[in-house]
């Protein structure tokens, strides 16, 4: 709550020097003075830090973390306060956990963290367009790095769904920590899908949502720096020569 409460009055402060630059036509002169004093990041609304609580639990298709199921449910009290129409427990479709049964997620799956939902009606089967934004939105804004896996991303006619991986998990697969921030990872703006061509793909849903606590904790908005190393499991290129 302190940090959060700092960054806010960060921002506040800044637009209050804009503000008065305009009234009093100081602009200069407060330019020249702001860099030293007002910070250029402000935290999103709705950002809490998960409790770090790792038992497991089953929930209908699989095994999560409490933290994991505690951000699904930040996550949902978001969505839903705008709107959302799709349960996040009844849309689970993938847990945590799977050690490697499933081939087609590449190892993501393996370890804690990892959650995958439908994004179609339960009953009617239709894909619900307009709830995939807002529910990517609000599952980034709880702590996950979240993509829409559209029909034939993964594999010829792979099934529509979202897949999210939890920042932060210290139980998460190496291939779910590389799409956080592996050559082809969320902080660095990507889809997290690695590619045989080596090339990352830019992410669909307007880059990634960084909180107060996860900066806290030493993630940071890696889009434009360089990555001189594949993080190991985010690559599908070998490297054979490391310097
Ligand atoms: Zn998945």
Redesign the pocket.
């Known amino acids: 709550m302190m940090s959060s409460t700092r960054w806010k009055a960060g921002a506040l402060f800044g637009l209050g020097a804009g503000v008065l630059a305009a009234i009093l036509g100081l602009s200069g002169a407060v330019e020249a003075w702001q860099p030293g004093a007002t910070p250029t990041w402000a935290e999103p609304e709705g950002c809490l830090r998960p409790p770090e609580d790792y038992t497991r639990h089953w929930v209908s298709v699989g095994y999560f973390n409490a933290r994991t199921l505690a951000m699904l449910d930040h996550a949902q009290a978001l969505y839903s306060a705008r709107g959302g129409i799709i349960d996040l427990r009844v849309a689970l479709t993938?847990g945590s956990y799977t050690g490697g049964a499933l081939a087609a997620?590449f190892g993501?799956?393996d370890g804690g963290g990892?959650?995958?939902l439908s994004v179609r009606h339960p009953v009617t089967w239709d894909i619900l367009w307009d709830e995939i934004d807002p529910l990517i939105a609000a599952l980034r804004t709880a702590g996950f790095a979240a993509w829409l896996?559209d029909t034939g991303d993964l594999y010829p006619d792979s099934p529509i769904?979202i897949?999210?991986?939890a920042i932060g998990d210290r139980e998460l697969s190496e291939a779910a920590r590389a799409q956080i921030d592996g050559t082809f990872g969320y902080l660095r703006g990507y889809d997290g899908l690695p590619r045989r061509d080596g090339i990352p793909v830019p992410d669909r849903h307007g880059g990634p949502v960084l909180c107060g606590w996860m900066i806290e904790d030493g993630w940071r908005d890696l889009r434009g720096e360089r990555n001189p190393l594949p993080t190991p499991g985010g690559t599908s290129v070998v490297v054979t020569a490391l310097p």
Request: aromatic share 0%.
């Open positions: 993938q997620s993501t799956h990892a959650v995958d896996r769904h897949h999210a991986i």
